[in-house]
Structures are given as C-alpha cells and as structure tokens.
C-alpha cells in the first residue's frame, strides 16, 4: 500500500513507521547522554560535598517536587492512553487524552516557574544574587547550579514536549492520524515519556537527598 | 506555418542526437532547487564545498603558524596572535572539517547507493543538518572576526572559564551547535543502516564501508551530547560565574578535563573509522581481491568504537588523575591498538598476491596504511605512562595525532573523493595530476610531521610562538614540509573543479569494482537505481584468480 503518507525514499508503511520508531529510540538514547552529562557532575560533587548537598535540599520545597512528580506520572498515562486510543482509531479519545496531557504539563510547568520565582526571591540563585550566607555556603551555590542547570534542561525538554503534543492534538483534531497511520503520536510519546523519566531521576536528587529535617 | 513546423525545420545540433540522460546534477536547476534540496547526494556536495571552505580556512592558520615558526624567536606575529592561530586551527580542523569529512560528504553520498536504497530515511533530517553545520559555521566565523579566540581546541578549565577575554563564549557556541549537525548524520545512518538495505543485503553482505559508517554513527550519537553539555556548563560559568569547574567553590576543573575527553578521544575515532572504511573500498577494488578476513574487518570497526569510548584518561596522565585510573586507562589504550593492527594486516594480506593497480585513490589509501601504522605505533608511546610524563604536551603528541588525523584521516578522504569523483560528478579526473598529487602530499605530509617527531623529543613543547635557537633546523624543515602540502592540497582542488566541466564523461563503473554504487549510471539518477536493486552475493566478489591461501 503506497498511499499519500509514505514518504518517496520508503517501500511502504511499515518500513516508514519501523524507521521513524528506531529514529526517535536514537534520539532518546542521545538525550539520555546529554543528560548523562549533568548527572555524572552531580554524582561527583554530591560524592565530595554531600553534607552541603543535604542542607541545600532543604532550602527547596518537597512539596513542590511531589506535586510536580504526580502531574508527570498523570501526563505519562494519559499520554500512553492517548497512543492507545490512536491506534484504535477513537480519534476523540485520543485528542481528548492530549489535551490532558498539555495540561498536566503546563501545570508542571507553572509550578516550576513559581518555584523558580520562589528561589529568586529567596537569593538562592547562583552568581552575584546569591544571598545564603549560612554553612557550605559555596557547596550550596554549587548545588543551586546544577538545581537550575538540571531542572532547567528539564523544564526546557517539557516545553518542546508540550509544544510536540500540541501538534499531535491539532493533527489528530484535522483528522490526519488515523488507526492506519499514527507513527507521529506514537513517537511523540517515546518522548513524552522520555522526559518524564527524566524527572524520576531528578527528583530524588534534588528534593529527597536532604532526608527528613 | 505554425511553431511546430518552426521547430521542426530548424537545424539539429549534434547533442540533441543522443538526448541528455537525466540525473541528479541536471533533474532541476537554479539556486533554490540546490538550498531546498532534500536528494541526499546534492546535500553531499553542498557539505563538500562548506567543509572544503573551512578546510582552508584551517589550512591558513596553520601555513601562518609555520611560517611564524621559521625563526626561534617568531617570524610574523607575537605571542597573543599565535595562540589565536592555533585554536582557530585546532577548532576549524576538528569540528569543521575532519568530523564531517568522510561521514557528511563520502558517507551522504555513497551510503544509500551502496544500501540501494533510494534516499536516507530522514532526508529533511539530512538537509537541516546541513543548515545547523552552516550556522554552527558562522559563529566561528564571527568568532574569528570579532578576535578570535585563544584557548586551543580543548577550552580546558580555568583557562577558558576565568582568565582569558578572548571571544570563548562565541567558539563554543560555534561548536555546540554544530554537534547536533552531527548527532543527526549519525542518527540518519543508523536507521538508514537498519531498515533501508535492499532485498538480500544481509549485515555481511554489507561493504565495510558501512560497517565502519555505521560504527562511526553510533559514536556520533553517543559522544556528541557529552560534548553539548559539557560546553553549555563551561558557558554557564563563564557567563554567570556558576562554579561548576571552579575549585573556590567545590567545583573540580579536571571533571571539565574528563567530560571533554569522554568526547573528544572517541572523536579521533569519528576521524579515522569513517578512513579506514574508505581504504578497505579502495583496496579490494584496486587490488581485484576480497577483503581479506572480511569479518575481522568489520568486527573491528565495532571493537574500535566500544574500546575507543573507554581510554580518554590517557589524555589526563599528567593532570592529576590518580596513578591507578592512569594505569588502566594505559592498559585499554594498549588494547585498541589490537583491532586496528588487525585491519592493516589484513588490508596488507588483501594485496597480497592481487593485481594491485597503483591508481591514484590506490595511491592515498597505501599512503594511509603507512602513515596510520606510525601514527599508531608513536600512539602506544604516549599511551605509556612514563614515556608519556616525557613527551606530554611536546611536538611529539602533535607529530602522532597529525600522522592519524592527516596522515591518516585526509588521506583517505582525498582517496575516498577521487574514487568516488567519476560517479559523484560523472567525470573522470586527470589520472597523471592525481598521481602527482597524492605523492607531493605523501612527501610534503612527511616532510613536515616527522621532524616534530625529532622536536617533541628533544623537549620543544607545543603551543609556542618561539622556541630554542637549536631546533631551528628541524622547524624549517616542517615549514618547508607544510608549503609543499599546501601546494599538494590545492591541486586536487583545480584539477577537480576543471574536470568536473571539461574532462571525459565517466562510464558508471569505471573501476570495474563490485558493490551497488557502481551499479548505476554515473551520475546517478535522482532515486539513484531505476529499479531496486536485489542482491545475491557477497561483498567484494571479484573473480578469484588463484587461491588467496597459496
């Protein structure tokens, strides 16, 4: 069957749909070394300071990185829903499943961005408005670093995620996707997903490392 | 008389009688059917003339570079500029012109025809990494316009993040972006590997060439974004003053040292892996012989990317890593000298008893055999603690990454471009100009690295602008060496763009080699084959004129 959606380099659907599945699963496998990166950092200096580490995360709101953790396991099921419904051809399933989706990430989102806020207010930004003056001082500004770097990368791979989805939401809406050709939704929940393992990771790093008070 | 009529009497010219064939170069015209282009052969070109740009670019500084060298105390600039130089050097040569030579142009434009399949899987992929090249391109470019930048290619820590005030941000960012350029090739391949092969081309009917492309891939992919962060953290702290690498503030600069390595050593293997697929090619095909121990070949390239992933320590031996990481890091750098012995001996034993033909891509690939074995040989020197503790940081380290890299890696990519000029452009070259060429840049090549094999010995450390009265000897020596390359590089060059107008029209398998890109006509059409090729034979399956074991 060579229809409208096959692309002229592909034989058939299928071939396209195994190549643009393997593409994103690379993709993913680079994101894991980007963020590789960052969390090899952190496990250094975590293994050099972890006293300064434990006071540092107390100065972030647990509460917070709960409540985000629980919008982000919500959006992973019903992004995978969203799939499911794709591939069964429910059309307004699926499209109402990614609405929740972009909802559940925007309201990560907004959480995060009033916490950055918070830390803003607080001083606790690394550089010349750094105003903790407590013990570890450096170490903890040390730790605020990688906090924004890390959740930063983070909150940046959820906006592109929100921005993908979107796109799957207005494909889906325009009738685009259909029970035969759904490859795009499909990969764009690898990604989903993909970052929100992500968080899973970061998470305990920044929020839970401190233990109780 | 109607305008058919018209037509019909006017006279036919000679051409006409035998109408143009249609293919890639000549399906559509204009500026906007090249810059929109997703046919992966015209982006091959697209990205031969940006890196060919670049690699003069590189090639300036280094010929300023030698001249200032020609007296101790420096010829034509002073200390400040020489480091610019040799950064802009270090960083043109790597990020724009050795990384994407043989993958981006050899490899976007043979490896689908040799899969026989009729694109990538992702051509709009293809061209957008394109573009990212390019942009990554101009902020080098401005970079060089705005001053440049003095830190070398490694941007090691403090050096880059506190002290200097050169344009740093403006060069990683350069780089950065130019990483995904890469990340993209190599996700592109990967998948275009697995999923586009024609019917029958199982994983061992694959030419070698694809095997080290692919093994190249996989490295892209993996290394690249190690690269990409460790460069977004170096600009955080240098921007905002973060501490990341900083010891004021519990940072650790050596994690910048083995973040950069964990990329950059598996990057000399993004060089010269993408080489040695090219030479394996040109050998069987020159020599009308199988490649012998065609698994081993292929196995190799495999154990080369795993292994290479696992050595970076050996650029830290004198940094402060500790004495016993040194040491395992020195044993696994030993190891990765196994696959690659393996490869020269048996392109060796691949010749042996063929009827090698010294044509001029034959004549680059023995060139890389030569030069890859001392570059490899002078690389178990340096991969030895002690040795190491004596020539760290010398010309000697210069002299053996060069032999590898340009000895190495540009051999095999002018190799790999004259054997593949007659089907990329339709044309043969001037066989006796392409001889010519490869010999004065085997001589010049020479000429000038192996004196500083002398000159790192001795003690003359890298990155100078001056040196000790004695070894001046030697450095006019390299300099004479690096003008007569020069003169080497630009006649390919002028030869090519000439032949490429004037030169005869090429049949579409003028080597009379096996493999599916000599299959069709030359150049190829736009889908490449006119109907998909099947395949049912092995790779290299030349007729075997006596036993290869007699």
């Known amino acids: 069957m060579r229809d409208g959606v096959v692309a002229h380099q592909f034989d058939d659907l299928e071939q396209q749909n195994e190549a643009d599945r393997l593409g994103m699963w690379v993709f993913l496998i680079t994101e894991v070394l980007f963020f590789g990166g960052m969390f090899t950092a952190y496990i250094e200096y975590r293994t050099i300071h972890p006293q300064a580490f434990s006071i540092a995360s107390h100065h972030l709101d647990y509460w917070m990185g709960t409540i985000n953790t629980a919008l982000l396991l919500v959006s992973s099921m019903t992004m995978a829903l969203a799939v499911h419904g794709a591939q069964r051809g429910k059309r307004w399933i699926s499209a109402l499943f990614l609405f929740c989706t972009i909802v559940l990430g925007l309201g990560f989102l907004g959480v995060k961005f009033w916490e950055y806020a918070k830390h803003i207010n607080e001083g606790l930004v690394p550089g010349r408005g750094f105003k903790y003056m407590g013990p570890y001082a ?68 920044f929020y839970l490392i401190g233990g109780p008070k | 008389m109607t305008a058919v009529d018209a037509a019909a009497r006017l006279p036919i010219p000679a051409r006409a009688k035998r109408p143009m064939r249609e293919h890639y170069l000549n399906e559509s015209y204009g500026l906007r059917s090249w810059l929109l282009t ?50 802009l050097h270090g960083i043109v040569m790597v990020w724009f012109f050795l990384i994407p030579s043989i993958p981006a142009v050899i490899g ?48 090691y820590t403090p050096l880059s993040s506190e002290y200097l005030t050169s344009q740093v941000v403006l060069a990683i960012a350069g780089v950065f972006i130019t990483g995904f350029s890469s990340i993209l090739t190599g996700l592109n391949f990967i998948v275009t590997t697995h999923r586009m092969r024609a019917p029958g ?55 910048f040292q083995h973040l950069f390595w964990f990329y950059s050593h598996p990057a000399v293997y993004i060089m010269v892996l993408p080489a040695m697929g090219v030479v394996s090619e040109i050998i069987a095909t020159f020599s009308r012989k199988r490649v012998f121990g065609y698994k081993f070949v292929a196995f190799a390239s495999i154990s080369i990317g795993v292994l290479g992933f696992l050595v970076w320590g050996h650029h830290m031996f004198v940094a402060g890593q500790s004495v016993y990481a040194s040491t395992v890091f020195s044993f696994l750098s030993f190891l990765v000298a196994v696959p690659s012995a393996i490869k020269v001996f048996n392109w060796t034993m691949t010749m042996r008893k063929g009827h090698v033909h010294f044509s001029t891509p034959m004549l680059y690939a023995l060139g890389f055999i030569g030069l890859f074995t001392i570059g490899g040989l002078t690389g178990l020197f340096v991969a030895t603690l002690g040795v190491d503790v004596h020539v760290h940081d010398t010309y000697f380290v210069i002299a053996h990454f060069h032999f590898i890299m340009v000895g190495g890696s540009v051999m095999a990519y002018l190799g790999a ?24 840049i085997f001589f010049g090549f020479n000429l ?29 020596m390299s300099t004479a060496g690096a003008t007569i390359l020069g003169l080497g590089y630009l006649l390919p060059l002028a030869y090519l763009i000439w032949s490429a107008r004037y030169a005869k029209d090429a049949p579409p398998n003028p080597w009379g080699a096996t493999g599916l890109e000599w299959q069709t006509d030359s150049p190829p059409p736009k889908d490449n084959f006119y109907e998909t090729p099947i395949v049912t034979e092995e790779p290299y399956n030349y007729p075997e004129t006596e036993s290869a074991y007699a």
């Open chain 1, 138 to 205: 450096r170490e903890v500004e040390l730790f605020m670093s990688f906090y924004f770097l890390m959740t930063g990368m983070h909150a940046l791979h959820m906006t592109i995620g929100v921005c993908v989805v979107t796109v799957m939401l207005l494909l889906t809406l325009a009738g685009k996707i259909t029970r035969v050709y759904h490859s795009p939704i499909v990969i764009a929940g690898l990604y989903w997903h993909f970052v929100d393992i992500v968080w899973i990771f970061l998470y305990p790093c």
């Open chain 2, 38 to 87: 997703t046919d992966h052969k015209r982006i091959a070109l697209m990205f031969l003339a940006a890196i060919t740009f670049f690699f003069f670019i590189g090639g300036i500084a280094a010929l300023l570079m030698r001249i200032n060298l020609i007296t101790p105390t420096g010829y034509i600039v002073g200390n400040e500029t020489y480091n610019r130089l040799f950064s």
């Open chain 2, 108 to 155: 976007n434009f043979v490896l689908p025809m040799m899969l026989g399949a009729r694109d990538l899987a992702f051509p709009k992929l293809n061209l957008l990494s394109f573009y990212i090249f390019v942009f990554g391109g101009c902020f080098t470019i401005a970079d060089v316009i705005l001053g440049g930048v003095d830190t070398g290619w490694t941007f």
């Open chain 2, 201 to 255: 081309l199982t994983w061992f009917r694959l030419p070698l060439f694809v095997w080290s492309m692919y093994t190249t891939s996989a490295i892209l992919v993996l290394a690249t974004p190690v690269l990409a962060i460790t460069l977004v953290m170096l600009a955080v702290e240098r921007i905002w003053h973060f501490g990341i690498f900083d010891p004021r503030y519990g940072g650790d600069p050596l994690l």
């Open chain 2, 417 to 440: 471009i004259h054997y593949w000029w007659p089907k990329i452009s339709g044309k043969l070259y001037p066989e006796m100009w392409g001889r010519i060429s490869a010999v004065l």
């Open chain 2, 448 to 476: 000038t690295f192996l004196p500083q094999f002398l000159l790192g010995y001795l003690g003359m450390p890298r990155r100078y602008h001056n040196y000790p009265p004695e070894f001046q000897v030697l450095n006019v």
